[in-house]
């Protein structure tokens, strides 16, 4: 169920499927918005009226991306993930997913994941994204 090339996410039940594609449509809205928003660091985006993202360099090879969704006064971080653009050099048992360069923390499927997909941003590949200077 559900439609990872076509941009439908929610029904998709293979997480290196969806990773495949919410990542560097993440990485894409952060690169084209990079928004700065109280209480949440780093580069920011908020889409839709309920839902954050959020990157933040942790060193030299890793980001750590989050989504944050909810009502404004219940706000719950529904995605955490590290991402790396070397992956030779991590923990394969940490960086399970896309060839060893994403590591999920938490994950709370949602409505969230095809409002992320429903945005005009281009993805940016985690390559791109470390050459850039937005994290």
């Known amino acids: 169920m559900g439609i990872v090339q076509g941009c439908l996410v929610i029904g998709v039940r293979d997480r290196n499927s969806v990773l495949a594609v919410i990542v560097p449509k993440v990485l894409g809205i952060l690169a084209a918005r990079d928004e700065k928003l109280h ?7 908020q889409i839709t009226g309920s839902t954050i993202l959020s990157a933040g360099r ?12 909810g009502p404004e006064a219940a706000i719950l971080k529904v995605l955490s ?5 070397f992956p030779a050099a ?3 048992a940490f960086y399970r997913y896309q060839n060893g360069s994403v590591a999920v923390l938490s994950w709370r499927r949602g409505r969230w994941e095809d409002a992320i997909m429903a945005e005009p941003a281009a993805p940016v590949s985690i390559v791109d994204a470390f050459r850039g200077t937005r994290f």
């Open 39 to 45: 209480g949440f660091g780093g580069c920011c985006a």
């Open 58 to 69: 942790i060193n030299a090879h890793r980001l750590l991306l989050s989504v944050y969704d």
């Open 81 to 85: 993930v590290h991402v790396t653009d």
């Open 90 to 92: 991590m923990d394969r």
